[in-house]
């Protein structure tokens, strides 16, 4: 079994504050997790994965996201936010199953 | 590389009515996956092929939903009899053999949106 649960349907932020997208995961094997991003009426897009290698993962747009087994965690962070990354944001993980499990999304506000 | 394709994107239809997507994976991936998604909600799994065989379905593909991949490349999923329940955006994905598991990305198209009135 394999599930998701993100903190926080809503985030909000002002442009060139520190962003903070919580991500907690069960899985019965070692997961491995994704981070998607999805714009307004698109679909859904990469923003980085982690899949055993490194805990801190590097994604685009100047993400990151830190797998901590203790804690069954995979927090999304970007230091300084920018208008321009206002979105939903999935968290997806992979663990006995073939298939990615999705959370229920958040979204984040960016201010000026 | 032109990515995932879905068509249409837009759908009203009336309910009881049956309607049809397509969606085009990119050209070399032979794993091809259905979700669906609701407002407020995350992406939820409907079934996956692997080439043209159906591999697994979840519970939410009721008997009103049929999806197939003739030949191994573009796919489509068929609702039949729909039910205002059905109003979602269809999620099209697909990646190289092995899934994600094997540490392959999955990729998703734009979507299909169906409103049944």
């Known amino acids: 079994a394999q599930s998701v649960t993100q903190l926080g349907s809503h985030v909000s932020v002002s442009e060139g504050a520190l962003v903070l997208l919580r991500c907690n995961y069960s899985?019965?094997?070692?997961?491995?997790l994704f981070w998607y991003v999805q714009y307004p009426n698109q679909g859904l897009q990469l923003l980085l994965k982690?899949?055993?290698?490194?805990?801190l993962v590097k994604g685009i747009n100047g993400f990151e996201a830190e797998f901590k087994k203790s804690e069954t965690s995979f927090h999304l962070t970007k230091p300084s936010a920018h208008m321009s990354d206002a979105a939903e944001y999935f968290c997806?993980?992979?663990?006995?199953?073939?298939?990615?499990?999705f959370g229920k999304g958040t979204m984040l506000l960016v201010s000026p | 590389d032109t990515g995932v394709s879905q068509d249409p994107r837009h759908k009203i239809t009336k309910r009881g009515q049956n309607v049809t997507f397509r969606c085009d994976p990119i050209?070399?991936?032979?794993?091809l996956y259905w979700y669906r998604q609701t407002l407020g909600q995350g992406p939820e799994f409907l079934t996956y092929?692997?080439?043209?065989?159906?591999?697994?379905k979840s519970r939410l593909l009721s008997d009103r939903f049929s999806a197939e991949r003739p030949k191994g490349s573009f796919s489509t999923l068929e609702i039949q009899r729909t039910e205002q329940g059905d109003s979602a955006m269809y999620l099209c994905?697909?990646?190289?053999?092995?899934?994600?598991?094997?540490?392959?990305?999955?990729?998703f198209g734009e979507g299909s949106w169906l409103t049944v009135v």
């Open positions: 994905a697909s990646s190289l053999d092995g899934g994600s598991r094997s540490g392959n990305t999955i990729y």
């Open positions: 899985s019965s094997v070692p997961p491995y």
């Open positions: 092929f692997q080439n043209e065989a159906q591999l697994e």
């Open positions: 982690y899949t055993s290698a490194a805990t």
């Open positions: 997806a993980v992979i663990g006995g199953s073939s298939t990615l499990t």
């Open positions: 050209s070399e991936h032979n794993r």
